[in-house]
């Protein structure tokens, strides 16, 4: 939790009241700022996280959008163009993909096929992860492959803080950013100090300081990997827990000098492990931080299958906390 | 000429003057690019519309200093007609730092921030959405301004242009769609890849307003883009224009045009809108050789000079590569 407020100014909310709460304080603060989405009006959300927002700020700032996922985002790019900050919400990582061409050949090349003479301000929001039983085409973690685009920046909000606090810092930047919810973090509960503010969005945090070992995550999995830490505790090792916080730019720094420190390093990530941010980070620590390492870099990443309807495949499927315990003790040994 | 609909006040010699005057301009830049092409001075694709002048020249003069441009991969004609500097669009096309992009575009993305030109898109459809949120959001701010998007009838076949025309439409956006009908998405004839060819039709359907221009003459499209963006300044909604056309040259360079006949491109080329603005001004005595020789003769200078501009022009340095992939610093 911040340190910017007291136990007494806190307040019980869940992750979804606290991304909700974001929207609301940039649509109060800037009138360029606008949101637009399947459903995100009357609906409320297809999370519930524009919940109300129709009837504080009416038709033109909470814009339902018909199912048109490239329509909608390219409006979203032209209006960040020509002197709007508009919040597009895309329902799913899995539907952002019939908007790929919009995102990858629009809102990413803008700026450098114009010399830097345009600039395209938007903020996409989705969710992404699994963990609801919504089989193949709800379920995917694909922010890593939007890492892999230079123009976006990518970001990963796992608490309270973050999620409210990123989404400002990411409307006053001048690109595109993509922010990733994961799907199970919408009803987490926790205190957010009411003077939570701006969060940088090119900064990893440490959630657990440890000295033996570090534990690098992002987004849904980190509540694993916190859990797996509590687990080594017990064993008498302690872990680093590395938040990502933000895929695009990676925060090399940080990386870097928490695997220096502990020598050991696995990388939880709920995409799959070919291609995955997980073997870029494995990488650049491979990089620059060889000489560092008492062991191999090691991966809990998902299974390299669709995400299955049943709930114990489903499971099977996604990094799980034996798994990361039993990589976090392989590097140990 | 179909002038009965053209506003008379309009047609005056200078007005004339001016629209054939560009399309000169823009016909021997174009094959100046073409001549450049093979000498390998200019690389990558070079997409001409050489024949489909009258479209973009027709535009632009019904366009205010404060309407966006979003254009396509062939869209040197467009910024031409619309005021980049022919040094700054020759530059872009050898890919020099002097560019209007930079150099960093080439000749399928030419931007210009001053003019407005929001820039040459290449893939087909992308861009029809992004010109509905241009409009938005000048729409949201209270602004009057119009956007004119430019595309190929290809387009039509691209869902974008759907999903395009249906929210421009459901929520009543400035925009000017100019549907450049020449008939063949590169090498595919409209009737082997659209149920309905009649692509106006399709616009119509969203309830956007449209009508269809010949498309290779230069003063029925300048009428209808003036009616068209009067009706959008008045209502604050879409509309469309199927402006028939034809392209002379080749889609790209490396285009060998298995997928049309000689006789066809030699039937259209005399519907040629340059040669058919001359002669019409010259039965009404509008005009003399000695205008057209004048013309050429000042447009052949402009394009030399700007050729011998791109030629001098440095080279960005390398080290500056990964510049313009995010905001920088104001230096």
């Known amino acids: ?333 | 000429m179909t002038v009965a609909s053209s506003p008379k006040l309009r047609l005056s010699r200078e007005t004339l003057l001016k629209l054939l005057r560009e399309m000169i301009r823009i016909r021997r830049f174009e094959e100046k690019c073409a001549e450049l092409y093979q000498v390998e001075k200019i690389r990558g694709f070079l997409h001409l519309a050489i024949g489909e002048e009258a479209i973009c020249t027709g535009v632009m003069p019904a366009l205010g200093p404060q309407d966006a441009i979003v254009a396509t991969y062939r869209e040197h004609g467009h910024a031409l007609a619309r005021g980049v500097p022919m040094p700054a669009v020759m530059a872009e096309m050898y890919g020099k730092h002097s560019g209007c992009a930079l150099g960093r575009g080439g000749s399928m993305h030419l931007f210009s921030a001053r003019e407005r030109f929001y820039g040459g898109y290449a893939i087909v459809g992308g861009s029809l959405p992004l010109a509905a949120g241009l409009a938005l959001a000048d729409k949201m701010q209270g602004k009057k301004n119009v956007t004119a998007c430019f595309f190929g009838e290809g387009a039509a076949a691209e869902g974008e242009f759907h999903e395009a025309m249906n929210l421009a439409a459901l929520w009543k956006l400035p925009v000017l769609f100019v549907c450049e009908n020449n008939l063949y998405a590169m090498g595919t004839r409209l009737d082997l890849s659209e149920s309905e060819t009649d692509i106006h039709k399709k616009a119509e359907s969203y309830r956007v307003r449209s009508e269809v221009v010949d498309g290779m003459d230069v003063i029925a499209v300048e009428a209808a883009a003036m009616r068209a963006i009067a009706a959008i300044r008045e209502s604050n909604e879409p509309y469309f224009l199927e402006c028939r056309t034809y392209r002379f040259r080749a889609h790209s360079m490396f285009d060998p045009q298995l997928y049309r006949t000689r006789v066809e491109v030699e039937e259209w080329k005399k519907r040629d809108p340059i040669p058919r603005l001359v002669e019409w001004m010259t039965s009404a005595n509008m005009l003399h050789q000695s205008d057209v020789d004048a013309i050429e003769r000042a447009v052949a200078a402009e394009i030399d000079a700007a050729v011998a501009s791109a030629e001098a022009a440095p080279w960005e340095p390398v080290e500056e590569l990964t510049r313009h992939v995010y905001a920088e610093p104001q230096r």
């Not at chain 1, 991304?19 to 700022?33: K, N, Q, T, Y």
């Not at chain 1, 560092?292 to 299974?303: H, I, K, M, N, T």
């Open chain 1, 1 to 333: 939790m911040s340190d910017t407020g007291t136990a007494e100014s806190a307040l019980e909310t869940t992750y979804r009241e606290a991304a909700r709460a974001g929207i609301r304080d940039a649509l109060l603060r800037d009138p360029r700022v606008f949101l637009m989405g399947e459903d995100v009006g009357r609906y409320g959300g297809c999370y519930g996280v524009s919940k109300g927002l129709l009837e504080e700020f009416g038709p033109e700032r909470i814009r339902d959008t018909p199912l048109s996922e490239s329509g909608f985002t390219g409006i979203g790019i032209g209006a960040a163009m020509n002197g709007m900050r508009p919040i597009v919400e895309i329902m799913t990582v899995n539907f952002a993909l019939l908007a790929l061409d919009q995102i990858v050949n629009n809102a990413a090349t803008i700026r450098h096929m114009s010399g830097g003479q345009f600039g395209v301000p938007l903020v996409i929001r989705m969710a992404t992860g699994a963990g609801r039983q919504l089989a193949a085409q709800h379920s995917h973690s694909l922010e890593g492959w939007f890492a892999h685009i230079p123009g976006l920046k990518v970001l990963t909000p796992a608490t309270l803080e973050d999620v409210r606090g990123m989404l400002w810092t990411a409307l006053e930047d001048p690109d595109p950013v993509l922010i990733f919810e994961h799907v199970l973090l919408y009803n987490m509960t926790g205190r957010l100090p009411s003077g939570a503010g701006a969060v940088p969005i090119d900064k990893a945090a440490i959630r657990r300081e440890g000295k033996d070992i570090t534990l690098i995550t992002y987004g849904g999995s980190l509540y694993k990997t916190l859990e797996a830490a509590r687990a080594l505790a017990a064993e008498r090792v302690e872990a680093e827990v590395l938040d990502l916080r933000t895929l695009r730019p990676l925060d090399d720094a940080a990386i870097i000098a928490s695997v220096s420190k502990t020598r050991r390093a696995v990388i939880v990530d709920e995409g799959w492990r070919s291609g995955s941010i997980a073997a870029e980070i494995s990488a650049r620590i491979m990089e620059r931080a060889f000489w560092s390492l008492d062991a191999p870099v090691g991966r809990v990443c998902s299974a390299e299958v669709p995400i299955p309807y049943p709930r114990h495949l489903e499971e099977a499927a996604l990094p799980q906390v034996p798994a990361i315990l039993a990589a976090a003790r392989e590097t140990l040994k």
